[in-house]
């Protein structure tokens, strides 16, 4: 009787059935670790709480513009910004007032460890100037996301973007996003418009998705004064080139618009504010297009 009470098969079982609790507790924390873990990978989860990020690295990309790279705080986060979204951004003043602007980032939503803004600098403009003073390992407080438009995929057959000056962040973010998804069918067209060849921004980027996905995106640059080597159109974008150029009005198609004052005028009208679509205006109006069919970042 003792030795089969001893036997090594009975003394197998308790230790075997120790050895399975501590893989399921190890398999249990694993998972939930896991879960933690990939919550705190998203940086941004529009918690309402501002967030301190340093530069890594400031980039000329014009003679008014500069590329920010921002750390976030582990090299495994992502910014869990959405397509579309924005981030805001804070400095206190000398005189304790608060200024926020809102940004897109130029980056890939997917990118680990950085966040990117490209950033054209305004006389007067008081973000601006102040992200311009600013070096390597100094802070920006960051907030986010702004949500803009919630795209769902195949949503349009095609889009529009209509764009000028630093209004081509929201643009190229959708642009990007929807050329290299393969999954996506939606064909882009951007048409953007700025002062000179030199004042284009994220030019390699653009054409280097337009030679990447020639089936899917297109992009047309349209310059108040052209040089030699410029290849597009000189001259404003205007409704009679609108018209012969871009998809007709239909629920098949969206039209998606940023850029300065002046350019919102002609076009499509301006915001009434950041959630206010405001008035449908201006060529895009005159053309048949709804203001559903017509989107101001």
Same mark, same amino acid.
């Given at each position: 009787?003792?030795?089969?009470?001893?036997?090594?098969?009975? @003394?197998?079982?308790?230790?075997?059935?120790?050895? +399975?609790?501590? #893989? #399921?507790?190890?398999?249990?924390?694993?998972?939930?670790?896991?879960?933690? @873990?990939?919550?705190?990978?998203?940086?941004?989860?529009?918690?309402?709480?501002?967030?301190?990020? =340093?530069?890594?690295?400031?980039?000329?990309?014009?003679?008014?513009?500069? @590329?920010?790279?921002?750390?976030?705080?582990?090299?495994?986060?992502?910014?869990?910004?959405?397509?579309?979204? +924005?981030?805001?951004?804070?400095?206190?003043?000398?005189?304790?007032?608060?200024?926020?602007?809102?940004?897109?980032?130029?980056?890939?939503?997917?990118?680990?460890?950085?966040?990117?803004?490209?950033?054209? !600098?305004?006389?007067?403009?008081?973000?601006?100037? !102040?992200?311009?003073?600013?070096? =390597?390992?100094?802070?920006?407080?960051?907030?986010?996301?702004?949500?803009?438009?919630?795209?769902?995929?195949?949503?349009?057959?095609?889009?529009?973007?209509?764009?000028?000056?630093?209004?081509?962040?929201?643009?190229?973010?959708?642009?990007? !996003?929807? #050329?290299?998804?393969?999954? *996506?069918?939606?064909?882009?067209?951007?048409?953007?418009?700025?002062?000179?060849?030199?004042?284009?921004?994220?030019?390699?980027?653009?054409?280097?998705?337009?030679?990447?996905?020639?089936?899917?995106?297109?992009?047309?640059?349209?310059?108040?004064?052209?040089?030699?080597?410029?290849?597009? *159109?000189?001259?404003?974008?205007?409704?009679?080139?609108?018209?012969? !150029?871009?998809?007709?009005?239909?629920?098949?198609?969206?039209?998606?618009?940023?850029?300065?004052?002046?350019?919102?005028?002609?076009?499509?009208?301006?915001? #009434?504010?950041?959630?206010?679509?405001?008035?449908?205006?201006?060529?895009?109006?005159?053309?048949?297009?709804?203001?559903?069919?017509?989107?101001?970042?």
């Amino acid at each position: 009787m003792l030795n089969r009470l001893s036997s090594p098969q009975t @003394r197998f079982i308790p230790i075997a059935l120790s050895a +399975a609790a501590v #893989a #399921a507790s190890a398999y249990y924390f694993t998972r939930n670790t896991s879960v933690i @873990r990939n919550e705190v990978k998203q940086v941004f989860i529009g918690d309402n709480k501002w967030i301190d990020l =340093p530069i890594e690295k400031i980039v000329q990309e014009s003679h008014d513009t500069k @590329r920010f790279i921002f750390k976030l705080p582990t090299a495994d986060s992502t910014s869990g910004l959405t397509l579309a979204s +924005a981030v805001l951004t804070k400095f206190v003043t000398p005189k304790g007032s608060n200024v926020i602007r809102p940004y897109t980032p130029v980056n890939d939503l997917s990118d680990k460890g950085t966040l990117e803004l490209v950033v054209k !600098h305004y006389d007067g403009g008081k973000m601006t100037t !102040h992200l311009f003073s600013l070096k =390597p390992n100094d802070t920006v407080a960051f907030k986010g996301p702004i949500k803009k438009w919630q795209w769902q995929e195949n949503s349009f057959d095609s889009i529009t973007l209509l764009g000028a000056g630093s209004g081509i962040t929201p643009l190229y973010q959708l642009a990007h !996003h929807i #050329a290299q998804n393969p999954k *996506e069918k939606t064909k882009i067209n951007l048409l953007y418009g700025n002062k000179t060849p030199q004042d284009i921004l994220l030019k390699k980027e653009l054409d280097d998705l337009q030679k990447s996905y020639p089936d899917k995106f297109s992009v047309t640059y349209f310059v108040d004064k052209a040089d030699g080597d410029f290849k597009g *159109e000189t001259g404003f974008i205007t409704k009679d080139y609108l018209q012969s !150029h871009i998809s007709k009005p239909s629920e098949k198609t969206q039209v998606f618009v940023c850029g300065p004052p002046p350019f919102m005028d002609v076009n499509s009208g301006q915001k #009434a504010g950041p959630t206010d679509q405001g008035e449908l205006k201006g060529a895009l109006k005159d053309l048949g297009y709804t203001p559903e069919q017509v989107f101001k970042f």
